[in-house]
């Protein structure tokens, strides 16, 4: 979050403006976003088909070490696994503790449901642990990964938490679009965020957008809104930077982000996490999973 803040600070400095841009007045989705677009997410796309393989114990990505152990993941409980799905032939390395609500195949589903050049903007997805669910994304100078802290069981979160990463490098030039004047300006216009949670910050508000561009992008319609239209500028500048190239289906993974480096594993409670700065932990309200049947 320092990260963030000071280069917010440098951005709105070098615009002449002050940070008044949110809260916005309004929100459209008082609830949240899960109960609205959750349902439509499940019935609308699907995983392609992906194998599994598990790593042998003893080694892990480096990023899965540190961001594992953080978590209070002890040594003999981390498990890493290849997961290869049909449209991109090299496999996104997964990393869970052997306790984590979200199974391998929960996580593997979920993610496989996003557009493939949506996931190629992630390094490595994570689970560990903990009562409910927040959900935070690795940025900074070691970056790409997304960790689901609790029984992250919905769609529109994991859409959240990879939009932070699109946020910090979809556009390939290492600068966060939720603090660029594209969003700044389209904040200005907009009256309303998209909910409370998105209105709590730029980047917040962007990552929440994502979940809306990507069901706009699905569905071609913005249902439920409380005030129609009130944030169509946000969507507008996100998809007009992001639909073609990141939301839309089809296709192969072009340009992955290299997975951390292997390392011994060594699983030690609060490790060094050098070099990496977090965004989050993001807090959704009403999660609301799809019922399976
Ligand atoms: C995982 O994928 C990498 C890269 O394709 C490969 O080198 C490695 O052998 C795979 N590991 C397992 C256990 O399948
Ligand atoms: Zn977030």
């Not at 340009?255 to 409670?269: F, G």
Request: overall charge negative; hydrophobic content about 35%; aromatic content about 10%.
């Amino acid at each position: 979050m320092t990260y963030i803040a000071s280069s917010l600070i440098a951005v709105l400095a070098a615009a002449g403006s002050t940070y008044a841009q949110l809260p916005e007045p309004y929100v459209n989705y008082p609830n949240g976003l899960s109960p609205v677009f959750d349902q439509g997410f499940f019935a609308g796309t699907a995983s392609p088909t992906f194998s599994i393989q598990q790593w042998p114990s003893g080694t892990a990505p480096q990023s899965c070490v540190n961001e594992l152990a953080w978590n209070g993941c002890i040594s003999g409980r981390a498990v890493v696994y290849n997961v290869t799905y049909t449209d991109c032939p090299t496999p996104w390395v997964f990393c869970r503790c052997d306790n984590a609500d979200l199974s391998i195949n929960q996580m593997a589903d979920f993610f496989g449901r996003m557009p493939v050049h949506l996931r190629s903007v992630v390094r490595h997805p994570m689970a560990v642990h903990q009562d409910g669910c927040s959900a935070y994304a690795t940025t900074g100078s070691d970056d790409g990964d997304i960790v689901m802290q609790g029984n992250c069981n919905t769609e529109s979160i994991w859409l959240h938490e990879t939009g932070h990463q699109l946020d910090a490098r979809g556009l390939g030039n290492g600068v966060g679009f939720s603090t660029s004047p594209a969003w700044i300006n389209a904040l200005y216009a907009d009256s309303c965020a998209a909910d409370d949670y998105g209105n709590t910050a730029l980047w917040e508000e962007f990552a929440q957008m994502t979940v809306v561009a990507q069901s706009d992008t699905i569905y071609n319609v913005v249902p439920q809104q409380a005030i129609p239209g009130c944030f169509n500028n946000q969507l507008a500048a996100l998809e007009g930077a992001f639909k073609a190239s990141h939301l839309t289906y089809g296709g192969t993974c072009i340009s992955r982000i290299p997975s951390s480096p292997s390392v011994t594993a060594v699983w030690k409670r609060g490790i060094s996490r050098r070099g990496v700065q977090r965004v989050g932990p993001c807090k959704f309200k009403n999660i609301t999973p799809p019922h399976k049947h």
